[in-house]
């Protein structure tokens, strides 16, 4: 399985701006717009991603909304498999199923059309997402892929707040893997 260096993490991090007081004063939120706009460092997470997966025989990419979406399409289609939106509740036009998770303020759901894997029992399926922090939304769509029959063969962040516990809250329904632990 392919790993990357201290350097190419390095390269991410640098990508990766900080915005102190955002959302909220005390948040230092994660911006990965300037990732994203960095052709050398989106061509090497990208890469990084299709190494490591193209020999697990995957059958989809979930991408939690709306961050994952863009990582989970890029990489559905180098792996050229299907990608599948977990969205947020009310979001998605046909039967879907929802899970909802505790915030730290209330709650909130997500939801995935009823059909998503087209019915295919253990389809193969890759949670993806940019951020792993409580892990409350990543639990809540490990069980939604969980409850319409799929395989959930792993989930994959590009950053974990390791100081949230995150990782441990979804490890009790799927391997996680991060590529940068800040």
Known sequence: MTELTQEEKQILLNAIRDVQDFPKEGIVFKDITTLLNDKKAFNLLMSHLEK?????????????????????????????????????????????????????????????????????????????????????????????????????????????LTFLNGKQRVEQHTPVYTILDV
């Open 52 to 160: 490591r997966y193209k020999e697990y025989n995957l059958d989809y990419v979930a991408g939690i909304d709306s961050r994952g979406f863009i990582f989970g399409a890029a990489l559905a289609d180098r792996l050229n498999i299907g990608f599948v939106p977990v969205r947020k509740k009310g979001k998605l036009p046909s039967t879907t199923v929802c899970e909802k998770y505790e915030l730290e303020y209330g709650f909130d759901e997500v939801e995935i059309h009823l059909d998503a894997f087209h019915g295919k029992t253990n389809a193969r399926v890759l949670l993806i997402d940019d951020l792993l922090a409580t892990g409350g939304t990543a639990n809540a769509s490990a069980k939604l892929i969980k409850n319409v029959k799929a395989d959930l063969v792993e989930a994959c962040f590009l950053l974990n």
